[in-house]
């Protein structure tokens, strides 16, 4: 999505060579600069992939299978394990719609911690999520799944959850090396 979304991540279409534009590469570019101009947004979407890369250099997550444990068509939310990591996804689709104390059935049990969240702030998210929070599973079986935890899930996020023995701090080398400006210092300028 980061890379061929127009409505997401890219301000124009994404067209790869083929004969119907005779093989052009024109379009078939990221556009990097637009994440150096501090009036635009893109920076919080190169954090998010950095972040994303992060993550998956300490996990693997993209390398093998996952297993959706739910799929709830009123609620939009969609929870998914990924089993060599251990990590434990949660998306919320809904519009408007955040849900407190959320059940999400895991295989393992222990404590959970948040590793990657896309409400995020350092991601222009609203931050509503306590990164510190830290998650116990409940021996009860939730989905087909040993155990539960509760978490509170915003509308329209994604949070990644790991074991807190397997956490790592993603994204804090992306928060160290910014110079975090204040709006008002930009539209000073």
């Not at 407190?100 to 295989?107: A, E, K, L, M, V």
Request: charged letters at 25%; glycine letters at 4%.
């Amino acid at each position: 999505l980061t890379f061929m979304g127009n409505e997401f991540g890219h301000p124009e279409w994404i067209d790869f060579p083929r004969a119907g534009n005779n093989n052009s590469y024109h379009h078939a570019r990221r556009r990097w600069d637009l994440a150096e101009d501090p009036l635009l947004r893109y920076k919080y979407l190169q954090r998010f992939d950095a972040a994303m890369m992060e993550l998956d250099e300490a996990f693997s997550f993209q390398r093998s299978d996952n297993y959706v444990s739910l799929s709830h068509e009123v609620d939009k939310v969609i929870a998914f394990q990924h089993m060599r990591s251990k990590l434990l996804w949660v998306f919320n689709f809904h519009p408007t719609n955040s849900f407190s104390n959320y059940r999400i059935g895991t295989p393992w049990a222990g404590t959970y911690r948040i590793v990657l969240d896309t409400d995020d702030k350092l991601y222009m998210g609203q931050g509503r999520n306590d990164p510190n929070t830290k998650f116990h599973s409940k021996g009860e079986h939730w989905h087909n799944r040993s155990n539960f935890i509760q978490v509170y899930s915003p509308s329209r996020t994604a949070v990644c959850y790991c074991l807190e023995e397997d956490w790592v701090p993603i994204g804090d080398k992306i928060r160290k090396e910014i110079n975090w400006p204040l709006l008002k210092d930009i539209f000073k300028k």
